[in-house]
T-cell receptor
Framework: GNSVTQMEGPVTLSEEAFLTINCTYT??????LFWYVQYPGEGLQLLLK?????DKGSNKGFEATYRKETTSFHLEKGSVQVSDSAVYFC????????????FGTGTRLQVTL | GAGVSQSPRYKVAKRGQDVALRCDPI?????LFWYQQALGQGPEFLTY????????KSGLPSDRFFAERPEGSVSTLKIQRTQQEDSAVYLC????????????????FGPGTRLTVL
């Protein structure tokens, strides 16, 4: 079946540090890939997405590149802020009826001053 | 405009009670999804509606779980005879297009209902 594996958290960084959260997937075919973010007390929000190999999704300084050869979609940010503290979920979805999302377990990021 | 709303935000039930969780999707959104998120885990798919039709219920964990969307808008997830293992956050998401018509169609999530079964 389809699955997503994320690095375990929590990840604790100082402000302005470089962030990488690893995500790999297992799927039959070529899914679309997503990063969602969940801020404390809020619902899941789409952070960025990529729909085919070598696409780069980007938003709010975050980036992730769809790597078919390594089945990966690692999330990166060059300089994190305290306001980036949240739980980050990697997910995949196939185009088709009932395009349900399959999520990883989430990675908690804590950024300190 | 208004996002996806869910009510109640928190629900405490005694084991064996029935509960009903409500989802108000974004107006005009055709597709509606329910997910279950256990503590420390990612959301897991429960069921999908296209307008009022429930096209996929493969993720419902047992026949105690039932979902409906009778008029193609508001949806209710009902859990009968709740068990402790049902304790989780139940998330609703909606998207504008028919699922599968666009690889980029975004699902918008509500804040969730946290269910605790004692």
């Amino acid at each position: 079946g389809n699955s997503v594996t994320q690095m375990e958290g929590p990840v604790t960084l100082s402000e302005e540090a470089f962030l990488t959260i690893n995500c790999t997937y297992t799927a039959t075919g070529y899914p679309s890939l997503f990063w969602y973010v969940q801020y404390p007390g809020e619902g899941l929000q789409l952070l960025l997405k990529a729909t085919k190999a070598d696409d780069k999704g980007s938003n709010k300084g975050f980036e992730a590149t769809y790597r078919k050869e390594t089945t990966s979609f690692h999330l990166e940010k060059g300089s994190v802020q305290v306001s980036d503290s949240a739980v980050y979920f990697c997910a995949l979805r196939f185009t088709g009826t009932a395009s349900k999302l399959t999520f990883g377990t989430g990675t908690r990021l804590q950024v300190t001053l | 405009g208004a996002g996806v709303s869910q009510s109640p935000r928190y629900k405490v039930a005694k084991r064996g009670q029935d509960v009903a969780l409500r989802c108000d999707p974004i107006s005009g959104h055709v597709s509606l999804f329910w997910y279950q998120q256990a503590l420390g885990q990612g959301p897991e798919f429960l069921t999908y509606f296209q307008n009022e039709a429930q096209l996929d219920k493969s993720g419902l964990p047992s026949d105690r779980f039932f979902a409906e969307r009778p008029e193609g808008s508001v949806s209710t997830l009902k859990i009968q005879r709740t068990q402790q293992e049902d304790s989780a956050v139940y998330l609703c998401a909606s998207s504008l297009a028919l699922a599968g018509t666009s690889s980029t169609d975004t699902q918008y999530f509500g804040p969730g209902t946290r269910l605790t079964v004692l």
